[in-house]
């Protein structure tokens, strides 16, 4: 099961996705610094041999964000560090808020595994 989240570039920090201001999204080109610094896979063309911790599709222009799905641990965080280091902020939909970058166990890895066993034991 993916753990999708929501990578931002903004010019201001985002504290709830409802007060989200659209004017202060800076248009980028996520998928070069994805495929730069990361072992990433296309999902709709599935032209790249790599590994399934982070998922994407390509986009044809920059733009001001861009859904992911991580597999791993490990995956968040490799993004969280390309975050830092690229000024992005971090959705996850999962928790339904924005991630703390600076604390990211304090809403990451573990409670997406406990929502993952929660929905696991409601299907049951």
Do not use: R
Not at 51 to 67: A, C, G, P
Request: overall charge negative; glycine content about 0%.
């Amino acid at each position: 099961m993916s753990w999708d989240i929501v990578l931002f570039s903004s010019s201001e920090k985002i504290i709830s996705i409802e007060d989200l201001d659209e004017e202060k999204l800076l248009p980028i080109d996520f998928d070069k610094v994805l495929l730069e610094n990361c072992t990433t896979k296309n999902i709709e063309h599935q032209k790249n041999d790599v590994n399934d911790d982070i998922n994407f599709y390509f986009d044809n222009e920059s733009s001001s964000n861009k859904m992911i799905s991580l597999y791993s641990e490990e995956a968040l965080f490799k993004i969280i560090e390309l975050a830092k280091l690229h000024n992005w902020q971090i959705f996850d939909t999962s928790l339904n808020e924005m991630l703390d970058l600076e604390n990211p166990a304090k809403n990451g890895y573990i409670n997406y595994k406990h929502y993952v066993k929660k929905i696991m034991n409601n299907n049951k």
